[in-house]
């Protein structure tokens, strides 16, 4: 059965290391949540969070690519490992670098459109955006961190992705 679903999600990702990542998860998915159940049905609930698992890692590409998108416009300074592009933006509180007076308008003004978007999110979306995706947690830390379930986090941040790009792309910030 385990080399039949990482042939599965081998050929669903075209990645051999992440597909095992994937069965992975899969299977401990099952473990978890369905191990009460009668061995006969494993099979068939296999299947299903197999499947849901390679969509879940699709969706978590898509909304990865969205705002590496956006924030690939800001390149590291030449030799710096860790980099982190929200520290070149200048704002009274960052005062970072120097930068030439355009550049500086242009990075104030898009600071102030994405806090702005964040702003305008419903308080659960905003708290489940900046957990999942600028503090990096995964969706049971931020489950946890929130007091809701996984489903829930992954609603919320579907959500406020969904939003924030509407948002952006009215004020003429196209991400896709």
Same mark, same amino acid.
């Given at each position: 059965m385990e080399r039949r679903a990482w042939k599965q999600a081998q050929f669903a990702v075209r990645d051999g290391h992440v597909a095992l990542d994937i069965v992975q +998860?899969?299977?401990?998915?099952?473990?978890?949540?369905?191990? $009460?159940?009668?061995?006969?049905e494993f099979p068939m609930l296999f299947q299903r969070i197999l499947q849901n698992t390679i969509r879940d890692h699709y969706r978590r590409q898509k909304v990865r690519s969205l705002w590496?998108?956006?924030?690939?416009?800001?390149?590291?300074?030449?030799?710096?490992?860790?980099?982190?592009?929200?520290?070149?933006?200048? +704002?009274?509180?960052?005062?970072?670098?120097?930068?030439?007076? $355009?550049?500086a308008l242009q990075q104030a003004q898009l600071l102030a459109i994405i806090e702005e978007a964040l702003g305008r999110l419903p308080a659960r979306q905003r708290e489940a955006f900046l957990l999942r995706y600028w503090e990096e947690l995964d969706t049971a830390e931020t489950a946890a961190a929130m007091g809701c379930s996984e489903g829930s986090v992954k609603t919320h941040c579907s959500r406020a992705t969904h939003a924030l790009s509407a948002i952006l792309k009215k004020r003429g910030i196209d991400l896709t």
């Open positions: +998860d899969a299977m401990l998915k099952l473990a978890e949540n369905y191990g $009460d159940r009668p061995a006969e590496t998108t956006l924030f690939s416009s800001f390149t590291p300074p030449h030799g710096e490992e860790d980099f982190d592009p929200l520290d070149t933006l200048q +704002d009274k509180e960052n005062p970072g670098q120097s930068a030439e007076p $355009d550049d």
